[in-house]
Each structure stands twice: as structure tokens, then as C-alpha cells.
């Protein structure tokens, strides 16, 4: 050994569990080589659909046309089904009632399942037994569930004949046929089988308050009130989020219960802008037109949900 050997300096090597950037570069091309195949699948279920639907809104194609979609350029007509849904009145009142039910029936849904989860909160007889029975509507299909209350609304069914009872006269009011009572009932219908799943997410939230800040605020003399207003619904505010974007969305997809209550009627006083879409994609077949209002409602309820998330990022962040 020369003392030039003797004199070099060791090569250093990389503490143990430090990572290089050729490490790291590695790794994302080996995670992103095994997962393409399935960002490939999602690309297309996704994003193909989408195009095709935006393409199909360009044009005036439909099934009776004879020819396939790939073909709809022929028919193009840019924008004009965008600007015939600005003056499309039935549209307008479809949307306008699916915006009543939501404005009833979530605020109502919400209310009662805060209230079922504060009670649910502390332990009582046959608690486990009640919440079964509690979450049982939200169990059952939507279409049993409007064929259920569509027998309970007829004009001899069980509704007029408690009504009957209570005030002692002859109840025979044509719930599903009369055009302000038909809504409401298919609003009662959706408020009693969606209030569980309100209260199933809302009491996921209060179980998770932490029992000792609830502890020292009862020792400081804290009324229930208080402890309700100051902590409970403080840390569940990124729960009462997710729970009201829920609903609000699912407010406008509402279609089984009351397809099979009212099937839209009478006349249109509870078509709602799904049943309407449905009415004028299988009976009027006028696709591109329905492409171009499922585009719009689809982008309208993408930034609702956009902003109730970063809501509940802001919420998060607080708590």
C-alpha cells in the first residue's frame, strides 16, 4: 500500500435510511408503471363518457336520426342547445321544484337527525333496539319505498284513514292527485327515509367529541345548551359539511320514490329535473338537448361540491 492509498479519503456512503433523489425518482416510475393500467380503466370510464356526452351536446343526433353517434358531426349545431334550455320553461319549473324539495327536505332531514343523534348520545332502554328500527328506511329500496307511501296516500289508504280518525269526520283528500299535495307527500316520503342516514352520520360526529372537554365544561358550570353551542357542534362542523353536500346532491337525483308515487304528475307539478330528463330522453328522444342539460347540471353540482370541500378544509383547519 503506497501512501497515496493511505492518504485517500474514504468514500462516504449514505447514512442509513437517507434517501437520494435517483431513489426517489425510481420509485414514482415503478408506482406510476404499476398503476397505469388502472389510470388508463378510470380515463376511460370517466373522461370518455364526458366527451362524448359534450359532443353529442353539439349536435341535434338522436336514435330516430338511423346513424351512430360517431356520426352526430353531421347534425352539428354548436351552442344552440345551451341557449334553448335558457328559454325552456319546463326545464325551469322542473329545476325550481327539485330546488323546493331540497329546501324542505334537507333542512327538515338535518333537524331531525341532529336531534335522534344528541338523544342517541347517552345510553337508555333498549337503545340498540330502537336504533334498528331507526335505520330500517334507509335500508329499504327506493322504489318499494314509493310504492309504499304511493298506497299510503291513496284516497281510502291508511293516512285519511288516521286523519279520519283524529278528527272524526270522512278524510277522502286525493293526496297524489291534487298538485300541491302530490309534492308533498313525495317530500314526506324522502324525509322519512333519508333522516337515518342524517342521523347515522351526525351521531358518528357527536360520539367523536372528546368526553373530557364535555367533562370540564359541566364542572365549570356549563349548561347542556352551552356545551352543545361551544363544543359539540364546533368539532362537528366538518361533519355537518359532509352531511348537508350529501343530501344537497342527492336532493337532485331524486327519482324512484317519486317516479313511482306520481310518475311526475299530475300534469308536471312533481317533475323534477330528473324525472324530466328521463321523460325527454326516453319518450321526446331529443339526446343532444338532454346531453346538454346533464352537462350543465353536472358542472353546476361539481362546483357545489368544490366549495362545500374547501368549506371543510377551512373547517378542518380551525378545529
Known amino acids: 500500500m503506497t501512501a497515496a492509498d493511505t492518504l485517500a479519503p474514504e468514500p462516504t456512503m449514505p447514512p442509513s435510511g437517507t434517501r437520494t433523489v435517483a431513489t426517489d425518482r425510481e420509485e414514482r416510475r415503478?408506482?406510476?408503471?404499476?398503476?397505469?393500467?388502472?389510470?388508463?380503466?378510470?380515463?376511460?370510464?370517466?373522461?370518455?363518457?364526458?366527451?362524448?356526452?359534450?359532443?353529442?351536446?353539439?349536435?341535434?343526433?338522436?336514435?330516430?336520426?338511423?346513424?351512430?353517434?360517431?356520426?352526430a358531426y353531421e347534425l352539428w349545431n354548436g351552442f344552440a342547445n345551451y341557449t334553448d334550455l335558457l328559454g325552456d320553461s319546463r326545464l325551469w319549473g322542473a329545476l325550481w321544484r327539485t330546488f323546493v324539495v331540497m329546501l324542505v327536505c334537507v333542512p327538515a332531514e338535518f333537524l331531525l337527525g341532529l336531534g335522534l343523534a344528541v338523544l342517541f348520545m347517552d345510553d337508555f332502554p333498549g337503545k340498540r333496539v330502537f336504533y334498528s328500527i331507526l335505520l330500517m328506511p334507509m335500508m329499504v329500496v327506493p322504489a318499494v319505498a314509493g310504492y309504499m307511501f304511493f298506497m299510503l296516500f291513496q284516497s281510502g289508504g291508511p293516512v285519511n284513514g288516521i286523519l279520519s280518525g283524529l278528527t272524526g269526520l270522512d278524510v277522502t283528500i286525493a293526496w297524489l292527485s291534487d298538485p300541491t299535495l302530490a309534492l308533498v307527500a313525495v317530500m314526506i316520503a324522502d324525509i322519512w327515509q333519508w333522516t337515518p342516514l342524517m342521523f347515522l352520520i351526525l351521531l358518528a360526529g357527536l360520539v367523536g367529541v372528546p368526553e373530557d372537554q364535555l367533562k370540564a365544561a359541566t364542572l365549570l358550570g356549563a349548561s347542556w345548551g352551552q356545551r352543545f353551542v361551544t363544543i359539540m357542534l364546533p368539532r362537528i362542523r366538518t361533519v355537518l359539511i359532509i352531511a348537508l353536500a350529501i343530501r344537497v346532491i342527492e336532493s337532485f337525483k331524486i327519482f324512484d320514490t317519486l317516479y313511482i308515487m306520481t310518475g311526475g304528475g299530475p300534469g308536471v307539478a312533481t317533475e323534477t329535473i330528473s324525472v324530466y330528463i328521463y321523460k325527454v330522453t326516453t319518450q321526446d328522444l331529443i339526446w343532444g338537448y338532454v346531453a346538454a342539460i346533464a352537462l350543465v347540471i353536472l358542472i353546476a353540482l361539481s362546483v357545489l361540491t368544490v366549495l362545500a370541500m374547501k368549506r371543510m378544509a377551512a373547517a378542518g383547519g380551525r378545529a
Do not use: C, H, K, N
Open 30 to 71: 415503478l408506482g406510476f408503471r404499476l398503476t397505469l393500467p388502472t389510470q388508463v380503466l378510470i380515463l376511460f370510464i370517466a373522461v370518455f363518457p364526458l366527451l362524448m356526452q359534450l359532443y353529442i351536446s353539439l349536435t341535434d343526433w338522436s336514435p330516430l336520426e338511423g346513424t351512430g353517434w360517431w356520426r
